[in-house]
C-alpha cells in the first residue's frame, strides 16, 4: 500500500523507469504511443480500442478525443519522456483517477512494447514513484525539473549547474518533441495533440506572464538545484528548496490548499 494517498484537486509528482534502465522508449514510434495513451486513458471510460491507428494518423486522435468529448479523470500539467523514463506531473480530478490512470498507462504500454519485442514480464521498475506536491516552493521546482530532464541526453552536465552554453540548452529544449517543454515555452508543439493531453492551468500566466519567462525560470533553476537532483534524490531536492528543514517541519511553509494560494 502506498504511503501517500491521491486526493482529488491535490498536485503529484510521478515517474518511473524501465527495468534494468531498459530503454522502453527507443524510437519515435514508442514515444508516439506514449503520448497518444496520455490521452486515450484520460478518461471515465475504460474501453480503448486499437491506439495504433493514433499513433499512425495523429489527426485521428484529434478528432475523436475533442476536449468536450472526454470526462478526464486527471489533469496532466506537464511530461517528459525519455529513452530509458518519464515524468508527469498531474493533479487528481476524480476519486481514484490516478490509480486508475497509472494503472491503464502501465499496463496498456507494456503490453504494447512486450508484443513488438516478443518478451513477456514486467517492464518497470515496480510500481510507480510519486511525490505529493504539496507546497508553492516544490510547486515550482517541479515543472523547471520535469522540463531540465531533456538535458539529460545532450547536456547531463546541467545536474551539476554547469550549463555554460545556455544557447545551445535552449535549442535542445525547444526541439524535443517529447515533452511539454515546446507547448509551454513557444504556446503551440509540433505534436498534434499536446492541447489534448495537457491541461494549462489558470496560475500559468500569473507565473509566467511572458513566453519568455519559462525559459528565464528555467535557466535560473538550474544554477541553483543540481547535485541532488544528480543523485536522483526528490527529497534532498525539496529540502533544499526551504530556508530549513526545521520550516518545513514546524509548518511555516505555505500549504497549496487551493489554486487560489498560488496567487
Do not use: C
Not at 490509480?99 to 503490453?111: D, E, I, N, P, Q
Not at 513488438?116 to 514480464?121: F, V
Not at 513557444?186 to 511572458?210: C, H, M, R
Amino acid at each position: 500500500m502506498r504511503e501517500i494517498e491521491f486526493s482529488p484537486g491535490e498536485y503529484y509528482h510521478i515517474y518511473n523507469h524501465g527495468i534494468d534502465e531498459k530503454e522502453v522508449f527507443p524510437s519515435g514510434e514508442y514515444f508516439k504511443r506514449a503520448l497518444v495513451s496520455l490521452v486515450a486513458f484520460n478518461d471515465q471510460k475504460d474501453s480503448v480500442a486499437n491506439l495504433s491507428r493514433f499513433v499512425e494518423e495523429p489527426s485521428k486522435l484529434v478528432d475523436e478525443y475533442t476536449p468536450d468529448s472526454r470526462d478526464r479523470i486527471v489533469d496532466i500539467i506537464a511530461f517528459t519522456f525519455l529513452p530509458t523514463h518519464y515524468h508527469l506531473f498531474i493533479r487528481e480530478r476524480a476519486q481514484d483517477g490516478i490509480s486508475r490512470f497509472m494503472h491503464r498507462f502501465s499496463k496498456g504500454y507494456s503490453r504494447f512494447y512486450n508484443l513488438k519485442h516478443d518478451r513477456s514480464g514486467p517492464l518497470w521498475q515496480g510500481s510507480f514513484k510519486v511525490k505529493h506536491i504539496d507546497t508553492e516552493q516544490y510547486f515550482n521546482h517541479i515543472i523547471s525539473y520535469i522540463h531540465l530532464n531533456i538535458l539529460d541526453l545532450s547536456m547531463p552536465h546541467w545536474r551539476e549547474g554547469e550549463v555554460g552554453n545556455w544557447q545551445k540548452a535552449s535549442t535542445d529544449l525547444s526541439s524535443y518533441l517529447w515533452a511539454s517543454y515546446q507547448y509551454y515555452r513557444n504556446g503551440t508543439s509540433v505534436l498534434p495533440y499536446a492541447s489534448l493531453i495537457l491541461t494549462k492551468p489558470e496560475w500559468f500566466s500569473d507565473y509566467y506572464p511572458q513566453k519568455e519567462d519559462f525559459e528565464k525560470t528555467l535557466r535560473n533553476w538550474s544554477s541553483r538545484f543540481s547535485q541532488d537532483a544528480l543523485l536522483g534524490n526528490e527529497d534532498k531536492v525539496v529540502e533544499r528548496i526551504y530556508e530549513s528543514k526545521e520550516q518545513v517541519e514546524e509548518g511555516e511553509v505555505k500549504k497549496l490548499d487551493s489554486l487560489e494560494d498560488l496567487d
